[in-house]
């Protein structure tokens, strides 16, 4: 594809001709006479350069960078006059001009000028290529969904991701509260900052502790040498504590702490440490009822609550699950290169009847599952679980139960090379249960 370049001058003749001189060189030229007459292909066409004439009818065009400038930022502009003057030349340059040339004067310089204010400007629309990429990968574009609680939540989210505003993301297990916490982030004035997700009921107290806000060396045994916290490795940017409700008193005190001053101390430190971190923090508790029977602190509950999103249940947004379910469709066919299925329409039917305790993660399991298990592009309702066939099991091959569970299980077994805490995971079941099940089958071994 020729890279487009638009010549604003109202001087005919010497427009085409260097117009056909710079498609010699193997550009796309675009001529406009006056300054409105240019703007409005900019506003149209996918213009890398412009040449503009500074003394134009309807504009002067020193003037006329400024407005190209706004209307598209990735755009270079070579300033051409008859006429040199410094203190144009400097205004140019001031209003963001790639550079000013004397025509006559300067025609040498004119083709390598534009190879080089051609190059800047591919460069700069490349980043906005990635940067957009970047942020539809991260941002409000991942929340999939149209239903009016979930775009409720996205609302509400897109208000406060341009502050710094503490959020307190509510809601059950499973309705993706990481997501919208990486989302508001990506949105956000730190988004080129670091994103940290911390899972509060991975850690017991004294770990997390560490994790946190990390320690000095001879802390404790085993504090070889002075570790930084993630609440120092991600300063300027954004931390999510999920399930906070897990943390103990004694380290939501010291939360409370950098939330009011920003400071905190290391474990064995005796001064402090000063960050600026923004919290976005998840529960799927009732921080106020717990507050109330001192298993939260209240002044940490109110330091939270100021900005709260609760984000619905998926029995409450039945309108997004087919959605919802293609997505993870590509997601996992892809993962596991398989051709992306068709879809039976009562496959779509179950999914829809299904209450969905687990919310999105439940889905979403259930997806990789069926994918997994599918031998020909088509998903029927035969591969969803037992439990959304209300009694009625669609497997012609296998009918009685126990049958059916090995089968299955040996299945995922060969999907996952034999990895069990892999299999455990697809299954749903603890690693325990699957040897149990295992020592009952000994064929899964085979």
């Given amino acids: 594809m020729k890279s487009n370049i638009l010549i ?153 991701a341009k502050t710094d505003a503490t959020v307190l993301l509510l809601g059950e297990t499973g309705t993706g509260k990481e997501v919208f916490a990486e989302a508001i982030h990506y949105e956000s004035l730190r988004k080129d900052k670091p994103f940290v997700a911390v899972n509060c009921s991975a850690f017991s107290p004294e770990l997390l502790e560490s994790e946190l806000f990390g320690y000095k060396a001879g802390a404790f045994t085993g504090a070889i040498k002075d570790k930084k916290g993630l609440f120092e490795e991600t300063n300027t940017g954004t931390i999510f504590l999920d399930e906070l409700g897990e943390m103990s008193l004694d380290l939501q005190a010291k939360l409370l702490r950098v939330l009011e001053n920003g400071s905190f101390m290391k474990i064995g430190e005796t001064k402090t440490t000063k960050v600026d971190v923004r919290l976005i923090a998840a529960t799927n508790r009732d921080l106020q009822k717990e507050a109330e029977e001192n298993h939260f602190r209240l002044d940490l509950y109110y330091r939270l609550s100021g900005f709260s999103i609760l984000l619905p249940p998926l029995r409450d947004r039945i309108g997004d699950i087919e959605v919802l379910a293609n997505h993870f469709i590509k997601i996992y066919a892809a993962r596991i290169k398989k051709k992306v299925p068709d879809v039976d329409q009562h496959f779509f039917k179950l999914l829809n009847q299904h209450k969905w305790n687990g919310n999105i993660r439940e889905l979403k399991n259930v997806i990789e599952r069926v994918i997994i298990l599918m031998d020909e592009p088509l998903l029927t309702p035969k591969l969803l679980p037992y439990e959304f066939h209300n009694g009625v099991y669609y497997d012609l091959v296998a009918l009685d139960l126990e049958s059916v569970e090995r089968n299955h299980i040996h299945r995922i077994l060969k999907y996952t090379k034999g990895n069990k805490t892999e299999a455990a995971r697809i299954l749903g079941i603890g690693l325990a249960t699957l040897y149990r099940k295992i020592e009952e089958y000994p064929v899964l071994l085979n």
Avoid at 119 to 147: C, T
């Fill in 8 to 160: 604003i001058d109202d001087e005919v003749k010497l427009s085409e001709l260097l117009s056909r001189i710079l498609e010699l060189e193997g550009y796309h030229v675009l001529q406009a006479a006056n300054a409105k007459a240019g703007l409005r292909i900019l506003e149209r066409e996918d213009i890398r350069v412009v040449l503009s004439d500074v003394k134009l009818p309807d504009a002067n065009g020193v003037e006329l960078v400024s407005k190209i400038k706004q209307l598209r930022p990735g755009v270079e502009v070579i300033n051409l006059t008859a006429f040199g003057a410094i203190s144009d030349g400097v205004l140019a340059i001031k209003n963001g001009a790639f550079d000013y040339l004397t025509k006559g004067d300067d025609n040498e310089k004119i083709i390598p000028m534009v190879s080089k204010a051609m190059d800047k400007a591919n460069l700069q629309f490349r980043l906005k290529e990635l940067q957009d990429q970047v942020e539809n990968q991260h941002g409000f574009p991942i929340v999939l969904g149209n239903s009016p609680a979930i775009q409720e939540a996205i609302k509400l989210a897109k208000k406060v």
